[in-house]
């Protein structure tokens, strides 16, 4: 079961699907001010092999949070993080649930851990699966809600109990069940160069957007930053539209 850390009275602990052992933590809806949500999961690899660009990994996630805080439609964003490695406990360590950006702190995160092989398929459920339970908890309240899932990676899947067709179902029951308006979920590859043609054929199994940036670089972690806010802020616009961004960039 993924570690739920620092969980508070105005977070609930909830279940993704049925009998899988996944949960997650939202704020609670009674402590939401706005009336629509784009719910924003960012999911980082925190394996071994991470552990040489494991700082400037960091740096760019606290600069993509710190720009989305900066956003026009920073009032309508929820924001869950959780890093995944199989030497976390369950695989996932969410370190904050779904949160109004203006109660996280990027500059408290603490420095990347790494270690362990890579539990990528449960991540990308776990992402996907806690974005449409918490969307069809709000649009059962009259909220609007669509999401964007970020999953940031260097390898191919070892240590998972999803799977690319439980994945998929997930995606399409969302979508089919009218659990949430759109979701946009991008795989992004970096520093994956050993693994792109495990990570293509997982994201079409999938039905995932994948974007491979390259080699882990300060200047393209710091476009991966730009493209992460950037995508967030698209999806949030499109929110009453009937349908996820067009504006979301094809590459980095």
Excluded: W
């Excluded at 998929?168 to 308006?181: L, P, S, W, Y």
């Amino acid at each position: 079961m993924p570690r739920l850390s620092n969980i508070d009275p105005s977070m609930e602990n909830m279940q993704i699907g049925s009998g899988k052992g996944f949960h997650f933590s939202a704020t609670r809806i009674e402590h939401l001010g706005a009336t629509e949500y784009t719910l924003v999961t960012i999911a980082v690899d925190v394996t071994g092999s991470v552990d040489d660009f494991a700082d400037d990994l960091l740096k760019c996630l606290q600069t993509a949070v710190e720009s989305c805080k900066k956003s026009p439609r920073s009032n309508n964003l929820l924001l869950r993080l959780i890093l995944f490695s199989s030497s976390l406990s369950g695989g996932i360590e969410e370190i904050h649930g779904f949160k109004p950006l203006g109660e996280i702190d990027p500059g408290a995160y603490q420095p990347l851990k790494t270690g362990g092989m890579t539990p990528l398929f449960d991540a990308v459920y776990s992402g996907v699966g806690a974005t449409n339970a918490y969307a069809k908890q709000l649009m059962s309240q009259n909220f609007l809600a669509n999401g964007i899932v970020f999953v940031l990676t260097d390898g191919d899947d070892n240590a998972s109990s999803s799977t690319p067709r439980m994945i998929r179902a997930e995606i399409d029951r969302g979508q089919k069940g009218e659990d949430i308006e759109s979701l946009v979920p991008i795989l992004i590859g970096v520093n994956a160069k050993l693994h792109t043609k495990e990570l293509q054929r997982f994201a079409t199994e999938a039905d995932l957007k994948y974007i491979d940036i390259g080699d882990a670089t300060k200047g393209k972690l710091a476009k991966l930053a730009e493209f992460v806010s950037q995508s967030v802020s698209s999806q949030s616009q499109a929110i009453g539209t009937g349908g996820p961004s067009q504006a979301i960039a094809a590459t980095i």
